[in-house]
């Protein structure tokens, strides 16, 4: 791991000495003849791959082992990782994935505000493919990468087609893996997208998870000020379902808190996610974040969320994500209907 981590010269431009840094990313699988299956290839490979996913989405650079057990049940998702990795580059270049949008709705005047743009993708032998299946490939086999980086230039591309319509000057998020962010010359990658579509970057917010989030020191504190300082705004997604460490909200630039759609479900019947939202959109607003609720299915948890402060909501209560046409369409449709689906005041 040494070795992979020390910068190399490969060459000489004029007076620049030009080096690489190679990462090295290892998943270990063990296994052998005291289990009972040392001949079972698929139970090994598999192994290896949980161990990858695990260091990718933890620190892109690394290894970990893992013991394979035999008697253990393997997740459906594991068993799909296989075969769909060394398909998603041949569908990323035959233009099989695309980008579909889901409105976000002002709570307090049902005012649409803004688009979370999200990956599809439409393989001709299987049709649509679960992003739950497709995004862990693409983090297990490091073509979350170049996938990422096509979903944000896109998504910017779509914004800039949309300032002649009803959407000019909407918000559009876009969402980030953790192996996406960690990756040396990310920054350089939005600044980069940023320049050739000409999306200003006051509108766009990059949402990551917990997981992502670093503190003072660690790798990726200076990236997120880098881009705070792009303009860009940050957004936490699945806020309360990982670390939920307070410090990065103190330390880094966040603008946005998304509380998970696992809260959003049994709202405003069951208490504790009543207790859990309340504190997040006090913790939020308190420290003068914008509150966004994701997974709103019903017009009694949208109103249970303006009555609590929250800003914003998204979800099939609204619309469900849909391409770029759609979202129009369904905007246009949205601002002629004068029927509020929550009570205003």
């Not at 990782?81 to 409105?103: A, C, D, N, W």
């Amino acid at each position: 791991m040494r070795h992979f981590l020390s910068p190399e010269p490969v060459g000489q431009l004029q007076r620049i000495r030009l080096t690489t840094l190679t990462i090295a990313t290892i998943g270990i699988g063990f296994i052998g003849a005291k289990l009972g299956f040392h001949r079972e290839v698929v139970p090994l490979l598999i192994t290896a791959l949980v161990a990858i996913i695990i260091v990718m989405v933890t620190d892109i650079s690394g290894y970990l082992g893992r013991v394979a057990d035999k008697n253990a049940h393997t997740p459906p998702v594991a068993a799909d990782l296989l075969p769909l990795i060394s398909k998603i580059s041949e569908g990323l270049e035959r233009g099989e994935f695309s980008v579909h949008f889901q409105p976000q709705v002002d709570l307090s005047t049902n005012r649409t505000v803004g688009m979370e743009a999200l990956a599809r993708w439409n393989d001709p032998e299987k049709g649509m493919i679960s992003p739950g299946i497709f995004i862990p490939a693409a983090e297990a086999s490091g073509m979350i990468v170049p996938l990422g980086s096509w979903v944000l230039e896109s998504a910017c591309k779509q914004g800039v087609r949309w300032n002649s319509t009803a959407l000019a000057g909407i918000d559009i998020s876009v969402n980030v893996s953790p192996v996406q962010f960690k990756t040396p010359g990310f920054v350089e990658t939005v600044q980069d997208i940023l320049r050739r579509t000409g999306f200003p970057p006051e509108r766009l917010i990059l949402e990551l998870t917990e997981s992502a989030m670093v503190r003072r020191g660690e790798k990726g504190f200076q990236a997120l000020w880098a881009l705070h300082e792009l303009g860009l705004q940050i957004s936490i997604d699945d806020f309360g379902t990982g670390y939920s460490c307070l410090a990065y909200l103190r330390d880094l630039p966040v603008n946005y808190l998304k509380i998970d759609q696992s809260f959003v479900q049994r709202l405003p019947n069951r208490e504790s996610d009543v207790v859990i939202a309340r504190s997040i959109v006090g913790l939020g607003r308190g420290l003068g974040l914008t509150i966004v609720a994701e997974g709103v299915e019903t017009i009694e948890q949208a109103d249970f969320l303006k009555g609590i402060w929250c800003d914003k909501a998204q979800g099939y209560l609204y619309s469900p994500p849909l391409d770029a046409d759609g979202a129009l369409a369904w905007v246009i449709g949205a601002s002629a209907d004068s029927r509020p689906l929550t009570k205003l005041s």
